[in-house]
Every structure is written in C-alpha cells, then in structure tokens.
C-alpha cells in the first residue's frame, strides 16, 4: 500500500555551522528517504533551524549583531553543506518563523485548557550586572565538594560531583564576573507528572516498534523515576531578556522556553511547505491522518522526544504523536572524539573544498550505520580501503570491464539471454540466466534492511551480489572472448549480462549514491530506476551510451589533507619586538590599513586565575573571562609575575587567534604584554572603568 510519511531530522542550533554530527544524521534519514520514494511513497522531508533561546542572544550580541540578523547568516550557510553531500530536503525553515509562533502559542493555549499548566515562584541566580537569569552554563564557582575552581554550576569536573548553582561557593557570572545575586520569578510549567501524563506515555513507549528497545528502557527508566525521585513537572518558560516567542495572554512580559517551541518548529517547516505547495498541512498532522510521522534524532535528545514532545501533542487534543523516533550514536575518529587542534575531527566543508566525493562520504557511512544505538567511528585507513574496494574495485569495475566491449563491436547493443538461441552458448546462456535471476531475487532482502535502517547489512549484501558478478567475468573472460571470431555471440551475452546486472546493483545502491546512479542512468540511457524495475531486464538492442569513469579512487593525500592540524601559531604572550633597524628610531614594519588592524579582534579581559606550569620554565597558564566566555592562555611570562599577584587584574587578549596545541594543554588567544632592549615584561591593562569583554579599538 502507498504511504504517507512526513520525516524530519533534528532542527540544529543555529549558533554555527554544521557539524560531522549533523551531516552523518541527514545522510541516514536522506537515504531512507530516497529509498521510501523508489518504492512509490508519498514523502515529504523537512527540517529548520533552531533559532531561538539565550545562547543565541548572547552570541549575537558578542558578535554585534541582531538575533534575527545573526541566525540569518548562519542560515544562509546551510545550501553548501546539504548540496554538497546529496542532501534533499523539501523543506528547510527556521523556527524564528511566523508560522512557528503562530503554532506554539496555539499548543500553550491548547495544554492551559486542558489544565496542564500552572505557574509558581522560584528563585534563580540573576546577574546584576546583564541584568538576566542565569542558567547553569553561565555560573561558576568553587564545587561545593572538593573545592575546585571555576566549576559550573551543575556538576564538577574534577572530582564528578553533582549539584545545584546555589551550592557552589564564591559564584560568579561567566557573562560578566559579577556575583550573582538570588532573585524570584514566576514560572510556567507542564504538568509532566501528571498521572495522565504518566498513564498515557507509558503506553507510547510500549508500542511496539515505534522506539528501538535501548531509548524504550531507557525512557521507561525517566517516566517510572529513580532513586525515589519522581518525574518532574517541565519548566517551559523564560525570564526577559530572551530571543524566543512570547507566552500568550498574559500581561508580563514571558517567553516560551526554547525546547517547547524547537519541535514544533517540524510542523511550521511542514506548514510552510504545505502552503507554498497547495498541499493539505491538517492531514499530516492530525490524529487519524493516516500520515506516519517518523523523527531521526541523535541520542543525546531523547528525553525530549520521547517524553515532552509526544505528551505536549497528545494532550492539546489536536495533534497526532510521532510513530517512530530513530535514534543513532555519535561519530569519533579512530576510536577518538572529534578534535580539530587534535587532528581527529572531520569539518564537512574543507571535505566539499577538498573535491573529495561525496558519495565516498555516504557510502562509508552508510556501510557502519544500523538501527541500532550505536557510536561510529570514522577510521582513514578503513575509508580508503572500502571506497576503493567496494565501489571501485567491485561495483564500478563492472561497468569499465563490459562497456567498452559492448560499445567498440556491437554499437552499444544488449544481448538478452532469452533472446540467444546460439547453440555454441547454451552453457553460457544457463549461467547467465542464472546470475541475473540471483541478482534480481536479491531485491526483497535489500528492501527490507533499508526500510530497518540495517544499511551495513545491505550494502554487504549488494558488494556481495558484486562479487558474484564479477567472478562471472573473470570466468568467461571477455578479453580472451574477444579474440576469437567464433566466440562473438558469447561475448556480447557475456558483457550484456554484466552490464544489466551493474543497472540492478545500480538500483540497490541509488539510496546511498544518488548522483553516481544519476550517471549511470544517463550512460545506460534508461529513465529514473525505481525499485520495482529490479524485476525486469534491459530490452533486447537497448543500446547503452559510450562509457566514462564514474568514479576515482581514494588517495592517501586527500585523507592527509583532510586531517591536516592546524599550522603552528606563535607564542600567545607578545613576544619582545625585533630590535630597531636604525638606532634610536622606533621597532617599524611595512604600514597596514585600517582594515588589516581591524581583522585583530582585542578584547578586554579579567584574569579569573594564573597558575604555574610543570615542567615549563617560562610559561604561566591563565584563565581569562571575555564577559561571555572563559579562555586558557598560556604565556611566557613566568620570569616577570608571581601567578597570585595576577587574580582579578584586567589585561587586553587577542581574541580571534586559532588555539594552539601546546605540550602543556591548548592555548585559545594571546594576552598581550610589551618589552624592550632591557630586562622586564609588562603586561597591557585598560583603564579603570573597563569591563570584560569590551572591544579595543
């Protein structure tokens, strides 16, 4: 039966460019996209962008900009990325949207009606400085337990402990260094504990089929509670100043928490979809559709998909719940996490700017990817072995061992065993017909592991149906074929058979690459493949087009491009200037313009902590806060400071410099000190009155 399926892919933050991460989950949900359409299903695939919340806000403000104007860019960013590597949604929007605002505060109306949300007092940490709450990413402190510094206000990193920000001692605001002051606030929150809530998600997550059984057990093991605690009531609004949609119908000035209106953010993609496209938005949200509504998500955003999301849906009475929530696992590097000073992380766009293929990428991928919950690692060696192997040594192969047989004897021109009545080809006739059935019988199991999302056990079966194809080519030999005048006939049969079967594993492999498949077709001279044609052959005289290469092989030197670490930068403290040319005449060099000196982004900033370095005979390792960030700059400037005499001193840093991997840890800017042809550092300071953060210009 024909299906409807709306599909979406988590809606990335839009606070910078995509990641590895982002570009591994649209490549899943792309080919099973594809694959859905070749079986004739109505799809449409959509995603947006993330637009809203404070970490928004505060980037934009760091970078001079509008929130509206910020997201703008990064959004404007995105068509490289998806074209690059094949990626075609219908639909890309941004939940800064009129239709997402129209949408979420028809839920929030809907969820008050159904007395599922109240509002009570609470007490945060508020910056008088920012004049703004602070969440717990923006407050660090002494850990309550250990003594630690400069711990945020969840959780230490240095001895694992957990707890709340009113705990840590001698807070203070990463926004500005101020302390942070206890101040009250009216909060919306849903009533996630609600035992209908309760009642009816316990009945979602145990559908069958509709959640892997690792995100079952574990939403099963958030809803049921542990350790006595009970499943908490979500807090769903935001205190001004925020970036997001305004609580309706009220009075004071509130905002929807970012993670309410995030999701919705998949309808208002489909409802601007829908009426650019004339199409009916009600029957692909609306419970009884009959639309199947299937996310793909990374595992680090369960929770909210598996519990807020659908009971939001269920309980505004209006619209239907997702049927499934595939969930996969996160990409490393040779068994390490992405690290771009380590060399181990992979920036999707230097691949693109490289001319590495993409389908190299999707294939690689595709081949570690099941439906299972599970982390995949990215190994050089291995990628270069299984493009090679798989799809050129196997697959294209094919093609380049047959074609030009076909082309240069017998005008391009297709022999079907059916149609060969050759008695000196009778065995030949056999086996062919035999490899082509064996191919094309293939069709239901590879249609099975696409529609489970089992793409590694398709892709090993379709390279093995290679393997088959091309042993049937090594044992007739076409080359030898070709010398001998009475072996004609046997010889455009032989190079038919093989080309036929390259159109059928052509079909099985389209999902995965679909602009090599685009290629082929072209070269075949056949119409778009559908999944049904792996049940018919080539007509008999179906004349093929003359053969180009399709595909190149990996080298070594592209994937030493790719992992190139960054070039080594100089030393983050000023080092002491060059002694002048003339004597008596100032340290010079060739005049810049004041465009140059503005690509130098020097910031103000507080020295949080300086502390020495073992084993380093010049360095000190410091912490600055920027106003809205902390950095670890090492400088050598052991020799002219005592590390105490520094905390809480003002000094300037260049900002914008690359992080430099250093022996002792990473160093992420330069602080900037001046010297002369006599002994003695000294370090830069503003003006009493400046703040961190600031810019100097």
């Known amino acids: 039966m024909k299906r409807r399926i709306f599909v979406t892919t988590a809606l990335p933050y839009a606070n910078g460019p995509f990641h590895i991460g982002h570009i591994m989950e649209y490549i899943q949900a792309d080919i099973w996209v594809r694959f859905q359409r070749m079986q004739g299903h109505e799809v449409l695939f959509i995603c947006a962008d993330d637009a809203h919340g404070a970490p928004i806000m505060l980037a934009a403000e760091k970078a001079g900009s509008t929130p509206e104007a910020f997201v703008a860019g990064i959004a404007a960013g995105r068509k490289r990325y998806l074209d690059g590597f094949h990626i075609r949604h219908d639909n890309w929007h941004s939940t800064h949207s009129p239709e997402n605002t129209a949408l979420s505060q028809d839920l929030y109306r809907r969820l008050l009606a159904a007395g599922l949300i109240y509002t009570r007092q609470i007490e945060q940490f508020h910056d008088p400085v920012k004049g703004m709450f602070l969440a717990d990413r923006y407050i660090k402190g002494e850990c309550p337990n250990c003594g630690a510094k400069d711990q945020y206000g969840d959780a230490c990193e240095s001895c694992s402990s957990v707890y709340s920000p009113t705990q840590l001692r001698n807070p203070y605001s990463t926004l500005s260094g101020a302390a942070p002051v206890m101040k009250a606030s009216e909060h919306y929150f849903f009533r996630l504990s609600d035992p209908r809530c309760r009642e009816f998600l316990r009945r979602w997550i145990d559908e069958p089929g509709r959640l ?39 009075p004071e000035e509130k905002y929807l928490y970012v993670w309410l209106d995030a999701p919705v953010g998949y309808f208002a993609s489909l409802k601007h979809y829908c009426e650019r496209s004339g199409l009916d938005f009600d ?3 609306r419970p009884g559709s009959g639309t199947e509504m299937i996310h793909f998500i990374g595992k680090d955003i369960i929770y909210f998909h598996t519990l807020f999301w659908p009971a939001l849906l269920h309980f505004s009475g209006h619209y239907k719940t997702p049927d499934h929530v595939h969930v996969h696992g996160f990409i490393g590097v040779s068994g390490e996490k992405m690290s771009k000073s380590r060399g181990t992380g992979i920036d999707p766009l230097r691949y693109l700017e490289l001319g590495m293929n993409p389908e190299w990428l999707r294939y690689y991928l595709a081949a570690k990817l099941n439906a299972n919950v599970e982390d995949l690692d990215f190994n050089p060696g291995d990628f270069m072995a299984r493009v090679n192997s798989d799809l050129v040594g196997k697959y294209v192969n094919i093609a ?48 099975a592991f696409y529609d489970g999302r089992e793409y590694g056990k398709a892709l090993r079966e379709i390279m093995a149906l290679a393997d088959a194809v091309n042993q049937y080519i090594d044992e007739n030999k076409p080359w030898e074929l070709a010398k001998l005048p009475e072996a004609e006939t046997r010889l455009q049969l032989v190079c038919s058979v093989g080309i036929d079967a390259f159109r059928v594993l052509t079909l099985y492999l389209k999902p995965v690459l679909p602009k090599l498949a685009a290629d082929v077709e072209a070269f075949l001279g056949i119409e778009p493949l559908q999944w049904a044609d792996a049940d018919r052959l080539l007509a008999p005289d179906h004349a093929i087009k003359p053969y180009e290469h399709v595909m190149a092989r990996v080298t070594e030197k592209q994937l030493d491009a790719l992992f190139e670490t960054p070039k080594e930068a100089p030393m983050r403290s000023a080092p002491p200037p060059r002694p002048s040319p003339v004597k008596g005449e100032g340290a010079t060099g060739a005049d810049i313009s004041i465009e140059d000196f503005n690509k130098i982004e020097l910031r103000v900033a507080r020295i949080v902590l300086a502390e020495h370095v073992e084993g380093a005979d010049k360095l000190l390792k410091i912490t600055l806060d920027l106003g809205n960030s902390t950095r670890t700059v090492f400088a050598g400037i052991k020799s002219a400071y005592d590390p105490a005499t520094l905390k809480d001193r003002l000094t300037v840093v260049v900002a914008n410099l690359a992080p430099r991997r250093m022996k002792f840890g990473l160093s992420e800017g330069m602080i900037l000190a001046a010297s002369g042809e006599g002994p003695g550092i000294f370090l830069l300071a503003p003006d009493s009155g400046a703040q961190p953060g600031m810019r100097v210009k």
Not at 214 to 227: F, S
Not at 238 to 248: H, K, L, T, V
Not at 417 to 445: E, K, N, Q
């Open 283 to 285: 029957a692909f949200v």
């Open 212 to 250: 892997q059984p690792q995100v079952a057990n574990k939403a099963r093991e958030w809803l049921e509670g542990r350790d006595d605690q009970e499943l908490a009531d979500w807090d769903i609004s935001r205190d001004p100043p925020y970036f997001g949609i305004r609580i309706p119908d009220i």
């Open 400 to 447: 380049s061992r047959c074609a030009p047989f076909l082309q240069r004897r017998f005008g391009g021109r297709v022999l079907s065993p059916a149609g060969t009545h050759d008695p000196g080809t009778r065995m030949a006739v056999a086996r062919s017909g035999s490899l082509l059935r064996d191919t094309c019988a293939r069709s239901p199991a590879i249609r």
